[in-house]
């Protein structure tokens, strides 16, 4: 019998609406290849997603739904499985410009997966400054769980300019299961697993009619009354609207590394800290108040290991929820650090987090799934209280290839929970910090501003340090105290 869609899957379709698409995405920027003559076109990246798609069964499979739809959906195969329908060319007006590319990966991040299909899409891009192309790739919430399916993202790239040898694929699509067999299925589920079993027809039968127990209800309101309340006094909380806006930050990792050393805690402190400077920033340029108490509650998903397990080996449920206040009415970056990390501390405490360096030896290019199972796992334990979803994955410090075209930058696109009006994602990879900002357009046309304030934000951290004294970031102008400035006018060019 088919694979059963889980409670957690039927989640992600009921959650998701015309105003918050439920997929997560990359833009993946790459330069051509360098041996010989040859390039990389529309034909290169079929031909790539044809060799190891294989390595991700279910980005052939579709849902199908149970006749009467009292138990949970099925993946079967897609008969008519076409992969130029899902692997998609297009292009800029040469030069193409980065703000061009984020235009367009606004708009591709807006649409809606075609649940008739497998709920998947690959673009190309083409014409970018400087011969580059750009990929961007989508998948929804429902289709990677870490276990059975990873993202396709994570099996197309290479850790060498030559690619790696493939299997042949044979693989031919079984026929969908009839009405009949597919009631036979749900019977033997019931028998094998009843406790599952009513945990999806109480999903299925949810999504149907909207009901929920009285607790829930009782909750929910509570929950909206103290959220209406919060979102009174933030603007990140917004009715979320069906378009989005996206914009990036390329920062160095060398510099989150001078900020650790300097002040203690972890890269992914310092990132928070980060986050939390930008906040402060983007809010007084908002006339917001940003009084001693203000914070910001993010959703931090974090990994963690079995316990009986001493380093991860899978991601399936390597990923749990934390909650962090980020200290934005903190005037002191080094002690909104400080605060960050006494937060983060008590999950390094328990024994079960996993460091950064076990993660990045996970096989193959674990951001594009880590990244998917975080927005999971936020998708489902966010509050209304709660107002932005941060996720933050390292990857390899070396370069990776697709077809002999190396991987210059990858921006994790993180969707929008229910009302609010930002999400971020952070990628490390080869030296680099790259920032995804997803926005509501109409709620934050001013994200190119927020953008800004992550740098600075870093520039001001840097500055705390005893390094940043001697010399100036890399890529950034030293700063200088108004009375250097004078000294420097005196003495002339």
Same mark, same amino acid.
């Given at each position: 019998?088919?694979?059963?869609?889980?409670?957690?899957?039927?989640?992600?379709?009921?959650?998701?609406?015309?105003?918050?698409?439920?997929?997560?995405? *990359? !833009?993946?920027?790459?330069?051509?290849?360098?041996?010989?003559?040859?390039?990389?076109?529309?034909?290169?990246?079929? &031909?790539?997603?044809?060799?190891?798609? &294989?390595?991700?069964?279910?980005?052939?499979?579709?849902?199908?739904?149970?006749?009467?739809?009292?138990?949970?959906?099925?993946?079967?195969?897609?008969?008519?499985?076409?992969?130029?329908?899902?692997?998609?060319?297009?292009?800029?007006?040469?030069?193409?410009?980065?703000?061009?590319?984020?235009?367009?990966?606004?708009?591709? /991040?807006?649409?809606?997966?075609?649940?008739?299909?497998?709920?998947?899409?690959?673009?190309?891009?083409?014409?970018?400054?400087?011969?580059?192309?750009?990929?961007?790739?989508?998948?929804?919430? &429902?289709?990677?769980?870490?276990?059975?399916?990873?993202?396709?993202?994570?099996?197309?790239?290479?850790?060498?300019?030559?690619?790696?040898?493939?299997?042949?694929?044979?693989?031919?699509?079984?026929?969908?299961?009839?009405?009949?067999?597919?009631?036979?299925?749900?019977?033997?589920?019931?028998?094998?697993?009843?406790?599952?079993?009513?945990?999806?027809?109480?999903?299925?039968?949810?999504?149907?009619?909207?009901?929920?127990? !009285?607790?829930?209800?009782?909750?929910?309101?509570?929950?909206?009354?103290?959220?209406?309340?919060?979102?009174?006094?933030? #603007?990140?909380?917004?009715?979320?609207?069906?378009?989005?806006?996206?914009?990036?930050?390329?920062?160095?990792?060398?510099?989150?590394?001078?900020?650790?050393?300097?002040?203690?805690?972890?890269? +992914?402190?310092?990132?928070?800290?980060?986050?939390?400077?930008?906040?402060?920033?983007?809010? /007084?340029?908002?006339?917001?108040?940003?009084?001693?108490?203000?914070?910001?509650?993010?959703?931090?998903?974090? #990994?963690?290991?079995?316990?009986?397990?001493?380093?991860?080996?899978?991601?399936?449920?390597?990923?749990?929820?934390?909650?962090?206040?980020?200290? !934005?009415?903190?005037?002191?970056?080094?002690?909104?650090?400080? %605060?960050?990390? @006494?937060?983060?501390? !008590?999950?390094?405490?328990?024994?079960?987090?996993?460091?950064?360096?076990?993660?990045?030896?996970?096989?193959?290019?674990?951001? *594009?799934?880590?990244? &998917?199972?975080?927005?999971?796992?936020? *998708?489902?334990?966010?509050?209304?209280?709660?107002?932005?979803?941060?996720? +933050?994955?390292?990857?390899?410090?070396?370069?990776? @290839?697709?077809?002999?075209?190396?991987?210059?930058?990858?921006?994790?696109?993180?969707?929008?929970?229910?009302?609010?009006?930002?999400?971020?994602?952070?990628?490390? @990879?080869?030296?680099?910090? @790259?920032?995804?900002?997803?926005?509501?357009?109409?709620? /934050?046309?001013?994200?190119?501003?927020?953008?800004?304030?992550?740098?600075?934000?870093?520039?001001?951290?840097?500055?705390?340090?005893?390094? #940043?004294?001697?010399?100036?970031?890399?890529?950034?102008?030293?700063?200088?105290?108004? %009375?250097?400035?004078?000294?420097?006018?005196?003495?002339?060019?």
């Amino acid at each position: 019998m088919p694979d059963r869609l889980t409670a957690l899957d039927l989640t992600f379709l009921k959650a998701e609406s015309p105003a918050t698409p439920m997929h997560v995405g *990359t !833009v993946d920027i790459f330069e051509p290849p360098v041996h010989g003559d040859e390039g990389f076109d529309y034909e290169n990246l079929v &031909a790539l997603i044809r060799d190891r798609i &294989a390595f991700v069964p279910r980005y052939r499979q579709r849902v199908q739904q149970v006749p009467g739809r009292f138990a949970g959906p099925v993946w079967v195969d897609d008969e008519e499985f076409d992969i130029t329908f899902h692997v998609r060319r297009s292009a800029l007006p040469r030069p193409g410009t980065h703000a061009q590319l984020l235009e367009l990966v606004a708009r591709i /991040m807006s649409r809606r997966l075609d649940r008739a299909r497998p709920l998947w899409e690959m673009y190309l891009v083409e014409g970018l400054q400087g011969d580059r192309f750009a990929i961007i790739a989508k998948s929804h919430q &429902a289709l990677v769980d870490g276990n059975s399916t990873v993202d396709i993202g994570q099996v197309v790239l290479d850790a060498t300019a030559q690619p790696n040898e493939t299997p042949t694929d044979t693989w031919q699509p079984q026929h969908p299961p009839s009405a009949l067999e597919l009631l036979a299925g749900v019977f033997a589920d019931a028998t094998r697993n009843p406790s599952a079993f009513l945990e999806l027809a109480r999903a299925e039968m949810t999504s149907l009619t909207g009901s929920s127990s !009285v607790r829930e209800v009782i909750g929910d309101v509570v929950g909206s009354l103290v959220a209406q309340r919060h979102a009174q006094e933030s #603007s990140l909380h917004v009715k979320t609207s069906g378009q989005r806006r996206f914009t990036t930050v390329q920062t160095d990792l060398e510099d989150y590394r001078t900020i650790r050393a300097a002040h203690g805690g972890t890269v +992914n402190d310092v990132v928070l800290a980060v986050v939390a400077g930008a906040f402060r920033a983007w809010m /007084m340029t908002r006339g917001e108040g940003v009084g001693p108490t203000r914070s910001v509650r993010a959703v931090v998903p974090v #990994s963690i290991r079995d316990d009986e397990d001493e380093e991860p080996t899978s991601l399936g449920s390597r990923v749990i929820a934390s909650s962090v206040n980020l200290p !934005v009415g903190e005037n002191s970056p080094v002690m909104r650090l400080h %605060q960050i990390s @006494y937060q983060t501390k !008590v999950h390094k405490d328990t024994g079960r987090a996993v460091s950064a360096r076990s993660l990045v030896g996970i096989a193959g290019f674990a951001p *594009t799934t880590l990244h &998917a199972l975080a927005a999971r796992v936020a *998708t489902t334990t966010v509050r209304p209280i709660d107002d932005v979803v941060i996720t +933050n994955v390292p990857g390899p410090q070396f370069p990776l @290839y697709a077809q002999g075209a190396r991987m210059l930058a990858s921006y994790p696109v993180v969707p929008l929970m229910p009302g609010q009006g930002l999400s971020v994602g952070v990628t490390s @990879y080869d030296g680099k910090v @790259y920032y995804g900002l997803n926005a509501d357009r109409t709620a /934050m046309p001013d994200l190119a501003v927020f953008a800004q304030c992550l740098t600075d934000a870093l520039d001001e951290l840097l500055e705390t340090t005893r390094g #940043s004294r001697n010399r100036a970031p890399r890529g950034r102008k030293k700063l200088r105290s108004p %009375q250097k400035n004078a000294q420097a006018k005196k003495a002339g060019p």
